[in-house]
């Protein structure tokens, strides 16, 4: 029985990788009442001949790359289009043979210039029938077999395509969920960005010019903005003086890192509708719009995270809050928090300790001072508000200080995870959030 069991579950497992092999090598499987015109693997095939009245196109492959070509050009195709075009080509089929033709007048195939050729199969295009407009006629010729069928019309719209359709308008390509580092160099901005998983988030963080935190929202925005930009036009394809296009000393440049290399877009001078553009894919000298352009180039402080403390304000265990020529700490104990000062009111303990730890974190900072001179120069010897807080998220103590000085808000922050001596500029009413709270634990 047991033997039995065994010879079952092979057979089984034959069967089911007999199947896909067969599907792998056959593709996928005709309709019922259909006649197959043409089958082909879209991984084996190299090249795609189509015929215009007026042109004829070749889309080439090289390499792992889709190239397409006319009398003059080759430069590289749009993987999308390319892709969609051998998906159509894998099984083509029709319910509607003609079994018995007239003349090729009849179907508009008397003197067709239209097809679409792969390896020995030419798809010749006719007209549509008066009965209905979406599909066409068509000449299957192969060897000496010539078959005469309708199909969907979404062939001849391939075949119709011209140069400049087929032609890769990307202005950079990547996959944006698969970027390891973002590298910009601009004139208001030099900076790279590196990710940063944790489970199903991608948090990015700024590794030069500073150790930061970046704003994951505006990086990831940004990603799918620059993989989404496309050409607006075609300056040169083949250019011989890049200085004329001001791509010989870029203004800006934008390098992706993904597992498959590095991609990188080169930016020159103004141009009409946008700025002149160069990748690392194609030679060719295009029109980027200047949208893209102005993402690429803002300033540093606009990619950062603005939040000072990223706070769980539930895993706080403590808070020591000097403020006003006073000292208070606070504990939690059963949910419930205690103070040092045993006069105070245990509500407004409550109240005045989760009206400090939201205010906490809802800090955002305006501005940045990467390398301050001295703490003197902002106020921060002497801060008007200093909070230490103890946490699970985190070993030690964190320091929070701000202070007003000059008419300006300065904040900062030491201690536990804290690796830079970053100055924040803080916005005109940050203490607004924390007065009630000092008021019920320190007095007016």
Do not use: C
């Amino acid at each position: 029985m047991k033997q039995f069991r065994s010879t079952a579950v092979l057979l089984i497992v034959a069967i089911i990788f007999g199947g896909y092999l067969y599907f792998r090598e056959r593709g996928p499987a005709a309709g019922v009442g259909k006649t197959v015109l043409l089958r082909t693997d879209p991984d084996s095939v190299k090249q795609v001949s189509i015929s215009q009245p007026n042109s004829q196109l070749s889309l080439i492959k090289v390499g792992e790359t889709w190239m397409v070509k006319n009398k003059t050009e080759s430069v590289p195709a749009d993987p999308d289009g390319v892709k969609s075009l051998l998906d159509n080509l894998q099984l083509v089929q029709s319910g509607s043979v003609v079994t018995k033709p007239g003349k090729l007048s009849e179907y508009g195939l008397n003197d067709a210039h239209n097809y679409i050729a792969v390896d020995a199969t030419a798809i010749y295009f006719g007209n549509s029938p008066s009965f209905d407009k979406n599909q066409v006629y068509v000449q299957v010729r192969s060897g000496n077999n010539k078959t005469i069928a309708l199909l969907p019309t979404t062939l001849r719209d391939d075949a119709l395509k011209t140069f400049a359709n087929w032609r890769d308008k990307a202005a950079i390509r990547f996959d944006n969920t698969k970027v390891s580092q973002l590298q910009i160099n601009a004139p208001n901005i030099t900076a790279t960005f590196v990710p940063k998983k944790d489970k199903d988030t991608t948090n990015w963080k700024i590794s030069k010019p500073v150790i930061a935190k970046a704003n994951a929202g505006t990086v990831e925005s940004f990603l799918s903005s620059l993989s989404n930009a496309q050409a607006t036009d075609f300056l040169d394809d083949n250019p011989t003086d890049l200085k004329k296009w001001g791509l010989t000393n870029p203004q800006a440049a934008v390098q992706i890192s993904t597992p498959n290399g590095i991609e990188e877009l080169k930016v020159g001078k103004t141009v009409t509708d946008g700025v002149a553009a160069q990748n690392s894919v194609s030679n060719a000298v295009f029109v980027l719009p200047s949208s893209i352009y102005d993402l690429i180039n803002r300033n540093l402080s606009d990619w950062r995270d603005k939040d000072l403390l990223s706070l769980n304000t539930g895993k706080v265990t403590q808070m020591q809050i000097t403020a006003r020529g006073k000292t208070v700490t606070l504990d939690l104990s059963s949910a419930n928090w205690t103070a040092s000062n045993s006069k105070l009111d245990k509500t407004l303990i409550n109240n005045a300790a989760s009206d400090l730890l939201v205010g906490m974190q809802n800090l955002q900072a305006q501005n940045f001072i990467d390398a301050p001179k001295s703490m003197a120069n902002y106020g921060l010897d002497h801060p008007s508000l200093k909070v230490q807080l103890r946490s699970s998220q985190w070993q030690g103590v964190k320091t929070l200080e701000m202070v007003s000085h000059n008419g300006k808000n300065y904040a900062r922050l030491s201690g536990a995870d804290v690796t830079s001596n970053t100055v924040y500029v803080m916005p005109a009413h940050v203490f607004d959030a924390f007065s009630d709270a000092l008021d019920h634990l320190l007095g007016k």
